[in-house]
């Protein structure tokens, strides 16, 4: 029995979406991708180093990694994005949550190389301070010059809809008047090693990386849609299956109502920060008026009608607030 | 007997736990405290080049089920969790209530086993225990499963303040009605991956720490839990509870200045404390004592002694308690709080362990000696890596 938590607070606002995935990070370029059917999934989704460099940036990121860089290219092109809602807001009256599952664990072994290289006293301090989870915040942070509330939080199944949820939390209690939500991942190769042995063939798991972000306002604010976390989703046009497999085991297939059952598994692989991937996909098909994506079930002719309302759905997770629902504005 | 209800931000503080190099429990914390007794480990309970002073739990610790067993993070998270929830009356959630688990921590979030890497360096194929028991190490999430929690989770990793930004987000969760008791704070071990980011960061101490002195050299490591039960007025009351102590204010707010180092004016930490105070309703000179972060370290005591000497005036008495548990990381935030509560109920603070002579560079000083209290309200603070500053307002209501 999952509790009603998340169905207490009223929805947010998304006033702009930020996003640096392995088909880019334009996401008009993304939206025209999802409509085709994927390429041959390779073994693991990478988001490619050209997607990375920003002018915005510059040289204010040359000591941060790629787990760094994607989740402040990610924000920052959400907050780009919503500059028109967010022009006369004080920086102290926005907030920062960053979700992730693995962190920046690349740099966190890169410590680890230079701990048992040269020894305890005299591994590299940038690889330190850079390892911890709330590296990328601190970016963002100082690059957005934000003074508001900012953390950092880690979980393997709910991560982001809990930062969705608490974002709902601090706008519906005036904490902030603006809050950058996203979640990022990077897959290094000794997560991919780990991954193919704890998994290998029982599934076809696509280790996948990038970051999603996403400026909410409050409930009032004109945005581009509505978004909150919910304990179960109601009756809705698309549903966008978060499951690691492609295409999905037979018990993952949804009970709940939807015209069409999508997933995005195949373009952006798996993590524990995919939900975030797959309401981008839904955001996208909201934004395009048609679902995109690869097609999982259809339950009444007539799919290709306008998308006004989708959800996102953990088929394998019992938890509370483990969806998203976003409604067209 | 819902006193706190004129006060918007108000929950109660239903119990509070802590273990620490200061003491297993409570009773044993405030037994050092009032004794002024600290105990430095000069060995180190992992081999390492590094020598230090580190502050370490010898308790034995609670036996968790075989797959969390091996997380001590985890294990002195429960120990401090079931503590609290002693105090608060509360045996166990029967899965119908809801009860969230906001938890921060540093060490348990990150895969920093030293011998697994280590093997996959030399060898490729390492035997995977260490993944699978990070994978079961997420504080929120084990405590959660451990209690039968069926509310709101989160495991905050927000370096040295997670465990106040913990307290925090619990506190709001029951405001906007999503849970009716929530268990948060912070735990953390101490882990020779973290040992050598601190000293390569030039930031340790080869002496007993130092909080607020003129001789200060940096921080010792510690480790521990501190957990506090919130709990929804009106569940209390449903409950027949008065528990008599409130986390009336919480406040957060990032510098944007710099990865490790706090703004040198304390600009985050300034905004935090005055939305803690706002939220609390009360001005700075109700404010009985504070607890400061005081890590030892030249910046930290520096900018936030600026930020109290602006604040507040002179009368404010200041606890510096890492003398006595070492620099906890993500407990510290959640440890203090609860330190802070039995300031406020046991009607002293304990002498800042280490504090001997006034710095030329910070204007406020911490207690010499153990300190009487006489009022309604104290605070606690946080700074953290990222520029993350958070801070408690906590109320004795009885």
């Given at each position: 029995?999952?509790?009603?938590?998340?169905?207490?607070?009223?929805?947010?606002?998304?006033?702009?979406?930020?996003?640096?995935?392995?088909?880019?990070?334009?996401?008009?370029?993304?939206?025209?991708?999802?409509?085709?059917?994927?390429?041959?999934?390779?073994?693991?989704?990478?988001?490619?180093?050209?997607?990375?460099?920003d002018p915005a940036i510059g040289g204010r990121m040359r000591r941060a990694d790629r787990f760094a860089r994607m989740a402040a290219v990610a924000a920052l092109d959400s907050w780009a994005a919503a500059k028109d809602a967010c022009a006369n807001v004080p920086k102290q009256r926005v907030g920062l949550i960053v979700a992730s599952g693995f962190g920046p664990h690349c740099r966190g072994f890169r410590f680890l190389d230079g701990l048992l290289d040269c020894g305890d006293s005299d591994a590299l301090p940038t690889d330190?301070?850079?390892?911890?989870?709330?590296?990328?915040?601190?970016?963002?942070?100082?690059?957005?010059?934000?003074?508001?509330?900012?953390?950092?939080?880690?979980?393997?199944?709910?991560?982001?809809?809990?930062?969705?949820?608490?974002?709902?939390?601090?706008?519906?209690?005036?904490?902030?008047?603006?809050v950058i939500v996203g979640a990022v991942e990077e897959i290094g190769e000794v997560l991919i090693h780990c991954a193919s042995r704890m998994l290998g063939g029982e599934r076809k798991f696509v280790p996948g990386e990038g970051a999603v972000f996403m400026t909410l306002g409050p409930a009032d604010a004109a945005g581009l849609a509505r978004l909150e976390a919910i304990a179960q989703p109601p009756e809705v046009d698309l549903m966008v299956l978060d499951v690691p497999a492609n295409p999905p085991m037979a018990t993952e297939r949804p009970t709940i109502a939807a015209r069409i059952t999508t997933t995005f598994s195949p373009y952006f692989g798996h993590s524990p920060s995919s939900s975030a991937f797959q309401l981008l996909g839904g955001f996208l098909s909201l934004r395009a008026?048609?679902?995109?994506?690869?097609?999982?079930?259809?339950?009444?002719?007539?799919?290709?009608?306008?998308?006004?309302?989708?959800?996102?759905?953990?088929?394998?997770?019992?938890?509370?607030?483990?969806?998203?629902?976003?409604t067209k504005a | 007997m819902s006193q706190n209800r004129g006060r918007p931000y108000s929950v109660w503080i239903a119990g509070v736990g802590a273990v620490s190099g200061a003491g297993p429990d409570v009773s044993s914390t405030l037994d050092a405290f009032w004794n002024a007794r600290r105990s430095p480990a000069s060995t180190l309970p992992?081999?390492?080049?590094?020598?230090?002073?580190?502050?370490q739990v010898a308790a034995e610790l609670?036996?968790?089920?075989?797959?969390?067993?091996?997380?001590?993070?985890?294990?002195?998270?429960?120990?401090?969790?079931?503590?609290?929830?002693?105090e608060a009356e509360i045996k166990e959630f029967s899965g119908d209530e809801r009860v969230g688990v906001c938890i921060g921590t540093t060490v348990a979030s990150q895969l920093n086993s030293i011998p697994f890497y280590d093997a996959y360096r030399r060898e490729g194929n390492p035997p995977l225990d260490a993944v699978y028991d990070y994978l079961h190490a997420n504080l929120a999430q084990g405590v959660a499963e451990l209690l039968g929690a069926a509310g709101p989770r989160m495991t905050i990793v927000n370096a040295c303040s997670s465990g106040t930004d913990a307290i925090g987000v619990a506190a709001s969760w029951i405001r906007a009605g999503m849970c009716d008791v929530a268990i948060a704070g912070g735990a953390d071990e101490l882990n020779r991956v973290a040992l050598a980011g601190f000293w390569s960061l030039g930031v340790m101490s080869s002496r007993p720490c130092a909080p607020f002195d003129r001789d200060r050299q940096g921080l010792n490591l510690g480790e521990g839990a501190g957990i506090v039960v919130l709990e929804s007025p009106s569940h209390a009351e449903k409950r027949n509870k008065n528990h008599g102590m409130e986390l009336a204010g919480f406040g957060a707010a990032c510098d944007g200045h710099h990865l490790t180092a706090?703004?040198?004016?304390?600009?985050?930490?300034?905004?935090?404390?005055?939305?803690?105070?706002?939220?609390?309703?009360?001005?700075?000179?109700?404010?009985?004592?504070?607890?400061?972060?005081?890590?030892?370290?030249?910046?930290?005591?520096?900018?936030?002694?600026?930020?109290?000497?602006?604040?507040?005036?002179?009368?404010?008495?200041?606890?510096?308690?890492?003398?006595?548990?070492?620099?906890?990381?993500g407990a510290a935030g959640g440890l203090e709080a609860v330190f802070t509560v039995l300031g406020l109920r046991k009607g002293w603070i304990p002498a800042s362990a280490g504090f001997e002579n006034q710095a030329e560079d910070i204007a406020v000083a911490p207690v010499r000696q153990r300190t009487a209290?006489?009022?309604?309200?104290?605070?606690?603070?946080?700074?953290?890596?990222?520029g993350n500053n958070s801070a408690v307002v906590i109320r004795r209501s009885e």
């Amino acid at each position: 029995m999952k509790s009603e938590i998340g169905n207490l607070l009223p929805p947010a606002s998304v006033l702009g979406v930020g996003a640096v995935t392995p088909l880019g990070r334009d996401l008009q370029a993304i939206g025209e991708q999802l409509a085709e059917p994927a390429a041959a999934t390779p073994a693991i989704l990478r988001v490619s180093d050209d997607f990375l460099p920003d002018p915005a940036i510059g040289g204010r990121m040359r000591r941060a990694d790629r787990f760094a860089r994607m989740a402040a290219v990610a924000a920052l092109d959400s907050w780009a994005a919503a500059k028109d809602a967010c022009a006369n807001v004080p920086k102290q009256r926005v907030g920062l949550i960053v979700a992730s599952g693995f962190g920046p664990h690349c740099r966190g072994f890169r410590f680890l190389d230079g701990l048992l290289d040269c020894g305890d006293s005299d591994a590299l301090p940038t690889d330190f301070s850079h390892s911890v989870h709330g590296a990328a915040a601190a970016y963002i942070t100082e690059l957005l010059e934000l003074r508001g509330p900012s953390l950092s939080t880690t979980d393997f199944e709910i991560g982001f809809e809990q930062a969705v949820l608490l974002a709902q939390c601090w706008l519906d209690q005036r904490a902030c008047d603006r809050v950058i939500v996203g979640a990022v991942e990077e897959i290094g190769e000794v997560l991919i090693h780990c991954a193919s042995r704890m998994l290998g063939g029982e599934r076809k798991f696509v280790p996948g990386e990038g970051a999603v972000f996403m400026t909410l306002g409050p409930a009032d604010a004109a945005g581009l849609a509505r978004l909150e976390a919910i304990a179960q989703p109601p009756e809705v046009d698309l549903m966008v299956l978060d499951v690691p497999a492609n295409p999905p085991m037979a018990t993952e297939r949804p009970t709940i109502a939807a015209r069409i059952t999508t997933t995005f598994s195949p373009y952006f692989g798996h993590s524990p920060s995919s939900s975030a991937f797959q309401l981008l996909g839904g955001f996208l098909s909201l934004r395009a008026g048609r679902p995109l994506g690869r097609l999982v079930a259809t339950a009444s002719p007539g799919h290709l009608a306008a998308v006004d309302k989708v959800a996102t759905f953990k088929p394998s997770c019992d938890l509370r607030a483990a969806s998203l629902l976003m409604t067209k504005a | 007997m819902s006193q706190n209800r004129g006060r918007p931000y108000s929950v109660w503080i239903a119990g509070v736990g802590a273990v620490s190099g200061a003491g297993p429990d409570v009773s044993s914390t405030l037994d050092a405290f009032w004794n002024a007794r600290r105990s430095p480990a000069s060995t180190l309970p992992f081999e390492s080049s590094i020598i230090c002073p580190t502050f370490q739990v010898a308790a034995e610790l609670p036996t968790l089920p075989k797959a969390v067993n091996r997380c001590r993070s985890l294990r002195l998270a429960m120990m401090a969790v079931r503590e609290a929830m002693a105090e608060a009356e509360i045996k166990e959630f029967s899965g119908d209530e809801r009860v969230g688990v906001c938890i921060g921590t540093t060490v348990a979030s990150q895969l920093n086993s030293i011998p697994f890497y280590d093997a996959y360096r030399r060898e490729g194929n390492p035997p995977l225990d260490a993944v699978y028991d990070y994978l079961h190490a997420n504080l929120a999430q084990g405590v959660a499963e451990l209690l039968g929690a069926a509310g709101p989770r989160m495991t905050i990793v927000n370096a040295c303040s997670s465990g106040t930004d913990a307290i925090g987000v619990a506190a709001s969760w029951i405001r906007a009605g999503m849970c009716d008791v929530a268990i948060a704070g912070g735990a953390d071990e101490l882990n020779r991956v973290a040992l050598a980011g601190f000293w390569s960061l030039g930031v340790m101490s080869s002496r007993p720490c130092a909080p607020f002195d003129r001789d200060r050299q940096g921080l010792n490591l510690g480790e521990g839990a501190g957990i506090v039960v919130l709990e929804s007025p009106s569940h209390a009351e449903k409950r027949n509870k008065n528990h008599g102590m409130e986390l009336a204010g919480f406040g957060a707010a990032c510098d944007g200045h710099h990865l490790t180092a706090p703004h040198p004016e304390g600009r985050g930490l300034d905004a935090a404390i005055r939305t803690a105070l706002s939220q609390a309703g009360v001005t700075p000179n109700q404010i009985a004592f504070i607890n400061v972060h005081g890590t030892a370290t030249t910046e930290n005591d520096r900018a936030e002694g600026k930020v109290i000497a602006r604040i507040f005036d002179s009368r404010v008495s200041l606890s510096a308690t890492k003398g006595y548990t070492g620099h906890t990381l993500g407990a510290a935030g959640g440890l203090e709080a609860v330190f802070t509560v039995l300031g406020l109920r046991k009607g002293w603070i304990p002498a800042s362990a280490g504090f001997e002579n006034q710095a030329e560079d910070i204007a406020v000083a911490p207690v010499r000696q153990r300190t009487a209290i006489d009022g309604e309200f104290a605070l606690s603070t946080s700074l953290a890596f990222g520029g993350n500053n958070s801070a408690v307002v906590i109320r004795r209501s009885e």
